[in-house]
């Protein structure tokens, strides 16, 4: 059965970075874009990118370029995103659909949480 | 991109049907048949309910169903249950730079 499993909470200085990992398991993690979805406290789902796990090929949403890295490890089918945000949110890893026009299965979330 | 407009409550009855909207524009709900709606309890993630305007994916009831007129779509739940009770999102794919975007939500009350 097709699995997303994201690395565990993080707290984080400002100015500071981290990086949250997306492992995936029970299909072919080339073969489907990862995307990644901000949830602020309290808040609503909000769209920061993709990546192509087959070519690395990435695209951001124009808010968050220049605050986020998508990278992977295909020999570890891990999907990862860097950020240097200072916003306190949940971040989910989802897997695109096939026909790219939805998200059919996603990690379980990693919360971020930026304090001093 | 300004997210998709729902409302942000809806509340039934067990056994009524509510239907939430989901307004776009031309740009993303109206010009793509690439609508989705997502479930989600609190503290969990969020569930795939419909996608692609009409279709559900295996295992979703078919209590749940979806449709579109032109810039607004709509989640309908019939025969609705306590287990209904969550918050609801739509996304559509959009002709922007940033091709994906969510609505702000809409909160389901079973009464």
């Known amino acids: 059965q097709v699995q997303l499993v994201q690395s565990g909470a993080e707290v984080k200085k400002p100015g500071a970075s981290v990086k949250v990992s997306c492992k995936a398991s029970g299909y072919t993690f080339t073969g489907y874009f990862m995307h990644w979805v901000r949830q602020a406290p309290g808040q609503g789902l909000e769209w920061m990118g993709w990546?192509?796990?087959?070519?690395g090929g990435t695209h951001y949403a124009q808010k968050f370029q220049g605050w986020v890295t998508m990278t992977r490890d295909t020999s570890i089918s891990t999907a990862y995103m860097e950020l240097r945000s200072d916003d306190t949110a949940l971040y989910y890893c989802?897997?695109?659909?096939?026909?790219?026009?939805?998200?059919?299965?996603w990690g379980q979330g990693t919360l971020v949480t930026v304090s001093s | 991109q300004s997210a998709l407009t729902q409302p942000a409550s809806v509340s039934g009855s067990p056994g009524q049907s509510i239907t939430i909207s989901c307004t776009g524009t031309s740009s993303d709900v109206g010009g793509y048949n690439y609508v989705s709606w997502y479930q989600q309890h609190p503290g969990k993630a969020p569930k795939l309910m419909i996608y692609d305007v009409t279709n559900r994916p295996s295992g979703v009831s078919n209590r749940f169903s979806g449709s579109k007129s032109g810039n607004t779509a709509s989640l309908t739940i019939s025969g609705l249950q306590a287990e209904d009770e969550a918050d609801y999102y739509c996304s559509s794919f959009t002709s922007t730079t940033t091709p994906y975007v969510f609505g702000t939500g809409t909160k389901v009350t079973v009464l």
């Open positions: 989802a897997r695109g659909t096939a026909a790219a026009g939805s998200f059919d299965y």
């Open positions: 990546i192509n796990p087959n070519s």
